[in-house]
């Protein structure tokens, strides 16, 4: 079956979308009747436009792997992109340490799942610290090489101890986590499912670590590996912003565990990295637009999201919609494991002149379509959420 792509424009003043295809071996439909009448209709057309490829239209299990910090935040606000898109079948939501403490995490995911309507999604807890990287190591790392202005859960935000969950903002959940642990539930669901599922991630590479040293056949029974990290040559960097954007910080909190993962046998790898997420924003006029919504989910954004990289969004929408990316390059990648100066710094290399240590080829994504990016997002933030159930 050929694709199918709806480019779309508001038609004032009936409310109905003119859906234009112009493509070779694409189709046009048009609809002008009142908005009352064609809504669903158009709802429908309007959620096919950013789920590219419409080839199949079977939803694509994932596992969402992420160090959750909420509420809103470039963290939940990827995971949201997933939970909206009509393509995903999201297996479960495995959490880990990063940004923020595993326990507080977990609690903003469940309290985002239940303000949504789907709470049939797992939570699932995962790593609460990294495998060899602790605070007091990077305390001792800092006396003789400088400052690291992030440490995720370690100095951002209201530090609190690693097992303590704070009063939520946005209110505490009824709904409880599951009792599996992230590495035996990912091992279980690509046995489930072999070759189905797509792992994607936007955190500390812990969780994949501990699953791969577990079961060594999790990358080879795994459909993909999509994830967020490594820092490359970013440009355009302000003064100001250079100690803050100096590492990478998914590699940089668990080097050990990114190790594991970036050479280990993947069927596909693909890298958002540092370079192009700091080229997109979260502005006051996104939020706006999409606090202009009449949904849960829209009216918690407006509330909760504040300015910032968009880090994580950009990583599984640019899964979720390939064209936004514009330019792609393949470079092998791996984490500094040696404890010196230059400890959980990325590794890079073009191909041919990596060292053959187990290195996987990954596909890079560095430029991309701003507008068609943030429109997508928009669209996303203020639909109705697939599959909710409502009180």
């Given at each position: 079956?050929?694709?199918?792509?709806?480019?779309?424009?508001?038609?004032a003043p009936q409310g109905g979308r003119v859906m234009n295809a112009s493509k070779p071996g694409c189709r046009t439909v048009t609809s002008r009747a009142p908005y009352a009448r064609s809504c669903w209709t158009v709802f429908v057309l309007s959620l096919?436009?950013?789920?590219?490829?419409?080839s199949a239209q079977q939803r694509q299990k994932v596992i969402i792997d992420q160090d959750a910090m909420g509420p809103a935040y470039t963290?939940?606000?990827?995971?949201?992109?997933?939970?909206?898109?009509?393509?995903?079948?999201?297996?479960?939501?495995?959490?880990?340490?990063?940004?923020g403490w595993r326990d507080e995490e977990v609690a903003h995911t469940l309290r985002l799942l239940e303000i949504i309507g789907r709470p049939d999604i797992p939570v699932v807890p995962g790593a609460v610290f990294p495998l060899v990287n602790t605070k007091e190591a990077t305390a001792r790392w800092e006396k003789l090489y400088g400052r690291i202005r992030y440490q995720g859960a370690w100095n951002y935000g209201k530090v609190h101890e690693p097992f303590v969950v704070p009063d939520l903002p946005e209110g505490s959940p009824t709904l409880k986590p599951a009792s599996e642990d992230a590495a035996h539930f990912i091992?279980?669901?690509?046995?489930?499912?072999?070759?189905?599922?797509?792992i994607l991630t936007a955190g500390p590479l812990t969780n994949l670590g501990l699953a791969i040293a577990l079961d060594s056949q999790v990358p080879d029974l795994a459909k993909e590996l999509v994830f967020n990290g490594a820092r490359i040559n970013p440009q355009n960097v302000d003064y100001k912003d250079s100690n803050l954007l100096a590492r990478d910080f998914n590699l940089w909190w668990d080097p050990e565990a990114a190790h594991i993962v970036l050479t280990a046998p993947w069927h596909k790898i693909t890298c958002t990295p540092l370079d192009i997420s700091i080229k997109t924003w979260m502005s006051k006029d996104l939020i706006g637009r999409i606090a202009k919504g009449s949904t849960p989910l829209s009216r918690y954004l407006a509330s909760f999201a504040t300015e910032g990289y968009m880090w994580?969004?950009?990583?599984?929408?640019?899964?979720?919609?390939?064209?936004?990316?514009t330019?792609?390059?393949?470079?092998?990648?791996?984490?500094?494991?040696?404890?010196?100066?230059?400890y959980?710094?990325?590794l890079s290399w073009l191909p041919g002149d990596n060292p053959g240590m187990g290195e996987q080829p990954v596909q890079v994504n560095e430029e991309l379509d701003k507008q068609r990016f943030y429109d997508m997002f928009v669209e996303l933030m203020t639909h109705p959420t697939p599959q909710a159930r409502r009180p």
């Open positions: 079956m050929n694709a199918v792509t709806f480019s779309y424009e508001w038609d096919f436009s950013f789920a590219l490829p419409l963290d939940l606000q990827a995971i949201l992109v997933l939970l909206q898109s009509p393509k995903v079948e999201p297996l479960g939501i495995t959490v880990v340490s990063g940004d091992i279980r669901m690509v046995h489930q499912y072999p070759h189905e599922i797509t994580d969004e950009l990583t599984f929408a640019a899964w979720v919609d390939p064209t936004i990316i330019k792609q390059e393949v470079l092998y990648l791996d984490a500094n494991i040696n404890h010196g100066g230059n959980g710094d990325t």
